[in-house]
């Protein structure tokens, strides 16, 4: 049910249409809405089609029939443009194959790197994906993730497996390890619907596009996209200006969702379990010191949200915005955006006051 609230200064600053040109300067478009992207994921597939059959004969294998899926923030439309410049193209290939016909996963993954081995001069074969880097004047500019899988429909309860293992891999860290991204992506989609769905994927973004711009701190560039996506599936709620004009509030639905967050860590405890297969926790593998500063870095964040939310002045909100997002987000003027308080609404029944 929605509960409308008045601010306890009687005065915000909505900077909402700020907000919306931040998102308009970081967003990527999906495959199919941008040429480039699309055209770089096509290279890479056909390289891949026109040398499969050459490389499974020459192994004497035949080679089973295969797919290729469109995976990641693209295919979700959470991607942003990086502040490194690196693009990160995201493709799964799925082989009509059982695990039990590969017990190591890692041949597999070996053959899809002879194709595409001297496609450019740094390929490589990592733990979840072989990797295709390509650079523009001795300067990466993007790179494309190719996840091998075994598809569901040939396995034991039609449950898909991704390949994991490196060429140097010992026999325990080559393994298949059950992945069902198509759940993930659709559960993720449908997580929320019409404005409300677009207002989920902007705040992926705009948390993305934070820890783009604080990766000069080491420890926080180890927290991957899809971590930061699952923090968002978990705490988001929908937040709007008021109940009548419907206007959505993405300072708000922002710092809400840092408020459930640092709320979580306040407990003692700090996990984002992936909601599909294998179920684990996507901080796992970072260290004691790259957990703590990640808890750091997002106790900082929601403090500054507070702080702009809490300002009558949309300069001063904008300002202390631009030191978490960068120049990206836009300077404003007290013309431009200020305006007298209106009730204000949040899907989890909350007021202003119980949220500070």
């Known amino acids: 049910m929605y509960r409308a609230f008045y601010h306890k200064e009687g005065f915000l600053a909505y900077i909402q249409s700020k907000f919306l040109q931040f998102d308009d300067a970081i967003k990527l478009r999906h495959f199919n809405e941008n040429e480039t992207l699309r055209e770089k994921r096509d290279i890479i597939r056909r390289k891949i089609e026109d040398s499969l059959p050459v490389v499974f004969e020459q192994e004497g294998i035949d080679c089973p029939s295969y797919k290729f899926e469109d995976q990641g923030s693209y295919s979700i439309g959470t991607g942003i443009k990086p502040l490194d410049g690196d693009f990160d193209i995201d493709q799964g290939l799925y082989f009509d194959t059982s695990i039990t016909k590969w017990p190591d ?32 004047d001795g300067e990466p500019c993007y790179h494309v993730d190719v996840a091998i899988y075994s598809d569901s429909k040939s396995n034991l309860g039609e449950i898909p497996y991704i390949a ?14 059950k ?5 993930l992506e659709g559960l993720i989609k449908n997580k929320h619907s019409g404005e409300d769905a677009a207002q989920f994927r902007r705040v992926i973004r705009y948390l993305k596009r934070w820890k783009d711009y604080q990766k000069s701190n080491a420890e926080l560039a180890s927290i991957t996209g899809i971590a930061l996506t699952i ?3 978990n705490h988001f709620t929908p937040q709007y200006k008021d109940l009548f004009s419907k ?18 860590l ?22 004691k010191i790259q957990l703590q500063e990640f808890e750091n870095k997002a106790i900082e964040l929601q403090r500054s949200l507070e702080i702009a939310y809490q300002d009558a ?42 949220m500070i």
């Open 105 to 136: 996963p890692v041949k597999l993954k070996e053959l899809i790197f002879k194709t595409v081995e001297n496609h450019t001069q740094k390929v490589s074969v990592r733990r979840s994906c072989v990797t295709v880097f390509y650079s523009m």
């Open 179 to 183: 992945s069902d991204q198509a759940h």
């Open 313 to 354: 002045d949309p300069i001063r909100a904008c300002i202390e915005l631009r030191k978490m997002f960068g120049d990206d987000f836009p300077e404003t003027t007290l013309e431009e955006s200020a305006r007298k308080n209106t009730p204000a609404i949040t899907h989890s029944g909350q007021s202003a006051e119980e």
């Open 247 to 264: 206007s959505q509030d993405d300072l708000l639905a922002l710092k809400s969702t840092l408020d459930n967050y640092v709320s979580m």
């Open 164 to 177: 994991i293992g490196k060429l140097n891999s010992s026999s325990l860290n080559r393994f298949w390890e």
């Open 266 to 287: 306040r407990t003692g405890t700090n996990e984002i379990i992936l909601p599909v297969a294998p179920y684990n926790n996507l901080l796992e593998k970072l260290t």
């Open 231 to 233: 923090l968002v599936y």
